[in-house]
């Protein structure tokens, strides 16, 4: 069990994160969210025992982690951190960055775990190579490789994907977090893609200025955003008034995402088509309604400047209207 209990950490210019509480189980998976400069790396390499907490504490199982202060050696032991930096030796080879962490003592075992990991990096063809003649892609995935040769209780992973192109990120993004849930071991991942968030992760955690503004189940911070910056970092997002459409809710705004409006033949209201932004499988359509921006999703191309009706679905924003 990963304990965080009440955190603040500040840098010497004030910057900083405070009031972080949450507990992990074995294997959970925790996203780390919020717009650039939120406190997201603070807080990881925080966790990773890099500083000397202002308050607070973090428990692991019967351990305290405790910062450079009481350590020589900067991060806790259990833990792996896969910085933005990646810390790979630049002139040895990319197998051998895999094995850095490995026990001497078994070199059957250790090429068994490299090769296993190599396979699922997708690394066969560069194994040999120096790291330092690698694509950032490339070594970032042996960087991932690296800190889970020997598998950790906590793998602190800032932005994992950042340097992977799209062919081969949606791919390798499943076989890591399947391979994570295979072996168990907790994962703290700070991420601008949402895409990372709602398949992978089992809670979310929502950062602001340094402070968390939610943490719960990904399920709920998705279906039931706390307020609008919550909700868009998922994606386009509506803030409209419910009385102004006629829906019976408790709260003065409600938020509701573009799938969730409907484009109908005959509907409650009616708008006007300002732009459509083709995204593969449908169109995100941006609709006047009055004198508002309404994002709605479109399986046709709708044309610019016609008329559409909508309304909401209410079986789905059903759950936010109370
Ligand atoms: N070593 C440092 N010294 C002083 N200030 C720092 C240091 N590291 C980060 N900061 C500041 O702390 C705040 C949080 O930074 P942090 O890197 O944790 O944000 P982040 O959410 O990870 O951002 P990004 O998504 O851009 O990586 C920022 O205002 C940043 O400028």
């Known amino acids: 069990m990963l304990k965080v209990n009440d955190l603040s950490y500040f840098h010497e210019n004030g910057q900083g994160i405070s009031e972080i509480n949450f507990e992990l189980k074995t294997g959970d998976h925790l996203a780390l969210i919020g717009e650039s400069g939120c ?45 933005q930096e990646f810390d790979l030796m630049p002139f040895t080879t990319s197998e051998e960055n895999i094995q850095k962490y490995l026990s001497r003592e078994t070199p059957q075992e250790n090429k068994k775990r490299s090769d296993e990991l190599v396979a699922l990096f997708d690394l066969e063809d560069v194994k040999d190579q120096k790291v330092k003649t690698l694509s950032g892609g490339q070594k970032q995935r042996v960087a991932i490789a690296q800190v889970l040769a020997k598998p950790p209780g906590v793998v602190l992973l800032d932005e994992p994907f950042s340097h992977i192109d799209q062919f081969l990120k949606h791919q390798l993004r499943r076989r890591l977090f399947q391979f994570l849930k295979k072996e168990k071991i907790i994962c703290i991942f700070a991420t601008h893609d949402a895409d990372d968030v709602l ?120 759950s936010r209207l109370n």
């Open 39 to 83: 406190g997201k790396s603070t807080l990881i390499k925080a966790i990773y025992g890099l500083f000397d907490l202002d308050e607070g504490s973090i428990h692991w199982k019967n351990d305290r982690v405790l910062g450079p202060a009481h350590n020589l050696v900067p991060g806790f032991p259990s833990f792996k951190h896969l910085s």
């Open 199 to 318: 398949p992978f992760s089992d809670y979310t955690m929502v950062l602001k200025n340094g402070k968390p503004l939610d943490f719960r189940p990904t399920t709920e911070v998705y279906s039931k955003p706390k307020n609008f910056y919550c909700a868009s970092l998922f994606g386009d997002v509506n803030l409209l008034d419910p009385k102004e459409f006629g829906l019976d809710s408790k709260t003065p705004e409600i938020i509701i995402y573009p799938h969730e409006i409907e484009i109908i033949q005959e509907g409650d209201f009616q708008a006007e088509v300002k732009s459509r932004y083709f995204k593969g499988s449908n169109y995100l359509v941006e609709m006047k309604y009055q004198s508002k921006s309404i994002f709605a999703i479109s399986e046709v191309n709708l044309e610019k400047g016609s008329k559409v009706n909508f309304q909401f679905s209410q079986k789905r924003i059903y």
